[in-house]
């Protein structure tokens, strides 16, 4: 049964299609495209041991991220690699995000490159939604220098899958009343929750489509994927998104990460590392003045495999020194796999996060030179910079890359 999507609220009339999902278009890459005139229309890696980012020239050639920098040569042998820069990319991120505030103010960051817009209440002053879609991909090429690419629809998750098919540099509406026209064609893969092991799982049944697996009901999607999965799938085959945009929305993690590449890596150097990924981090969570309860470590091995492990602490913190020791623990545990299998990139990530006012009666009290060192290194951190102060066993070495976030 193929039907047309859009009525709501048993009103007879359809929503208007006024959510924006914003997307700019291989944002390192492009901010390095933009400010060196010579990778114009090159293909252009952006990273070190591994890829960060890739141009579209790139990706023509098969290069994804986060492939390694070595096997992406072989795919794109023509490829400029450029090592990363977080602050260029921050500052461009910050402007850009400018322009969506000037635009409406129900705006919902989701990364440093892509955010949700509701423009619904702007219909009498700023015109029609594609209009103001075109008006602000016109604003950040010609203030910011950067493509971006916009969906417009009903729904979140359409405004998002619109964005993604209108690449690169492109704009698509999808009207409320041609919305299954346009999503049922489309692959499994474009719904969210379709990640690899979903989307094999779903080939070897013969759905490849949206529409297919639409047509599968619900009964038969739990039975196959579960009851939450087929629950969610079966909805969103269908339009069906009721989420708003949420302004009010904070991170629910943050994280850093140190490529190694494939050299050899003693446990000291290791250990070094993971020390400067949790200075860092306890610093944005305290400038932030959020807590978090679980610490996660994230692990890339040399033959490519993955693995992470995690610590949820007894009583939320801000504190480096508790931060480092949950992870100094989880690399410990985590040692005999690295000697064995290799180590080319270390991460690490905050989760469970809260407001630290809310959680302020129950914070237990911290050691007293513990609590400043911490004051003393923000300090620093804010009046120099974060690359002006590190611990002494990572001298020489760096702390590594850092993905840069939204203002929290």
Known sequence: MF????????????ERAAILHADLDSFYASVEQRDRPGLRGRPVLVGGGVVLAASYQAKAYGVRTPMNVREALRLCPGAI?????????????????????DTTPEVEGISIDEAFLDVSGLWRIAGEPVAIARGLRERVRREVGLPISVGVARTKFLAKVASAVSKPDGLLEVPVDGELRFLHPLPVERLWGVG?????????????????????????????????????LHALAWGRDPRRVDTARRRR????QRALGRRDRTDAEIEAYLHGLADRLGHRLRKAERVCRTVVLRLRFDDFGRASRSHTLPEATNSGETILRAA?????????????????????????????????????????????????????????????????????RGEGLSVPILPD
């Open 3 to 14: 039907v047309s999507g859009g009525e709501v609220g048993g009103l007879g009339r359809p």
């Open 81 to 101: 690699v450029v090592p990363p820069r977080m602050g260029a990319y921050s500052a461009a991120s910050r402007a850009v995000f400018e322009i969506f505030r």
């Open 196 to 232: 690899a092991v979903t989307a094999r799982e779903l080939r070897e049944r013969g759905i490849t489509t949206v529409g297919q697996l639409a047509e599968m009901g619900e009964g038969a999607l739990a039975g196959a994927l579960g009851p939450a999965a087929g629950r969610h």
């Open 253 to 256: 993690s943050i994280g850093a």
């Open 328 to 396: 100094r623990t989880l690399l410990e545990d985590a040692l005999p796999t690295i000697h064995e299998r290799g180590l080319t990139l270390i991460g690490l990530a905050l989760t469970n996060l809260d407001d630290a006012d809310v959680m302020q009666l129950t914070l237990p009290l911290e050691p007293r030179a513990e609590s400043t060192l911490d004051s003393t290194l923000d300090a620093l951190r804010d009046r120099f910079g974060a690359g002006t102060v590190t611990r002494a066993a990572l001298l020489k």
